[in-house]
T-cell receptor
Framework: DQQVKQNSPSLSVQEGRISILNCDYT??????FLWYKKYPAEGPTFLIS?????DKNEDGRFTVFLNKSAKHLSLHIVPSQPGDSAVYFC????????????FGTGTRLTIIP | NAGVTQTPKFQVLKTGQSMTLQCAQD?????MYWYRQDPGMGLRLIYY???????DKGEVPNGYNVSRLNKREFSLRLESAAPSQTSVYFC?????????????FGPGTRLTVT
């Protein structure tokens, strides 16, 4: 049972526009959410996170929004740049003190120059 | 500061052969993890270790064994490789549970079992 779902395998966005990547989850015990970015032949790198006590977190061009009632989070990238082309994974953690993360299947973002 | 390192980068095995994937981190992290990534499946946790001397099963542990040799090193062993274990393997570490839950990943090992 996929507890963290990224229903869009791919997304193409024009350079300079907004990229919106979506993630849905089913486990109401998730209390911390993260986004990772992965380039080919490299390991994933941490991008941004959000605690379940917040509904928004910003870091430069990246903003993550959390809608707990809908069990939905999204990553906004504004403005999109060619270097943002990568695979993006969302991940979630159950309960305070739990070291494990559950990852989604990823969305491949392509920024069109 | 090397972060998380993995060896080897590539490996081809025949069915039934054994091998050990090595992982080391220099960030003084408590927790270490092994994942596999397959097309359309995301990252699936094989085993993890919350501290030196402890290991726990993840989502897909069958066919694998692990050793947390010390705080820095966490190895993954395939005793009898099968074609279903063809995958990209990532090691990661984090400061959890005492610190941040963000995980830092190594560059991966691409394993092919024929």
């Amino acid at each position: 049972d996929q507890q963290v779902k990224q229903n869009s395998p791919s997304l193409s966005v024009q350079e300079g526009r907004i990229s919106i990547l979506n993630c849905d989850y089913t486990n109401s015990m998730f209390d911390y959410f993260l986004w990772y970015k992965k380039y080919p032949a490299e390991g994933p790198t941490f991008l941004i996170s959000i605690s379940s006590i917040k509904d928004k977190n910003e870091d430069g061009r990246f903003t993550v929004f959390l809608n707990k009632s809908a069990k939905h989070l999204s990553l906004h990238i504004v403005p999109s740049q060619p270097g943002d082309s990568a695979v993006y994974f969302c991940a979630a953690r159950v309960n305070f003190g739990n070291e494990k993360l559950t990852f989604g299947t990823g969305t491949r973002l392509t920024i069109i120059p | 500061n090397a972060g998380v390192t993995q060896t080897p980068k590539f490996q081809v095995l025949k069915t039934g052969q054994s091998m050990t994937l090595q992982c080391a981190q220099d960030m003084n992290h408590n927790s270490m993890y092994w994942y596999r990534q397959d097309p359309g499946m995301g990252l699936r946790l094989i085993y993890y270790s919350a501290s030196e001397g402890t290991t726990d099963k993840g989502e897909v542990p069958n066919g694998y064994n692990v050793s947390r040799l010390n705080k820095r090193e966490f190895s993954l062993r395939l005793e009898s490789a099968a074609p279903s274990q063809t995958s990209v393997y990532f090691c990661a570490s984090s400061a959890a549970p005492a610190g941040s839950y963000e995980q830092y990943f190594g560059p991966g090992t691409r394993l092919t079992v024929t």
